[in-house]
């Protein structure tokens, strides 16, 4: 391997840690905002998931779709966290399902 092709990869792991940072600030974004406005937003909870949870999954499957017909390789962790996540929105789907 050389010396280039290893910068690139230490690139692309700084990059996709960035890309996780950006997300879960983005949810505990969210989150607190849900917890502020929550009066503001009763009885919009479930079209707020469904809505969040169809956006993510595109967006999700998309960008892992764009990056590996580029010829990217995945990080180490970046396949578990990709269906993790997948199994986490399943849960979530569950729940709201069997909640009903």
């Known amino acids: 391997m050389t010396i ?3 910068i690139a ?22 989150l607190g ?23 993510h999954a595109g967006g999700m499957w998309d960008k892992q779709r764009l990056e590996r017909s580029g010829g990217q390789h995945a990080v180490w962790w970046e396949g578990a966290l990709y269906w993790s996540c997948w199994a986490v929105l ?3 789907f569950l729940y709201v399902t069997l909640r009903r």
């Open 4 to 6: 280039e092709h290893r």
């Open 90 to 92: 399943g849960g979530i």
């Open 9 to 30: 990869n230490g690139q692309r792991a700084r990059l996709k840690r960035a890309e996780l940072a950006g997300g879960i600030g983005a949810g505990a974004l969210g």
């Open 33 to 55: 905002l849900g917890v502020v406005l929550a009066n503001t937003l009763r009885g919009t909870g479930l079209f707020l998931i469904v809505v969040g949870s169809a956006l």
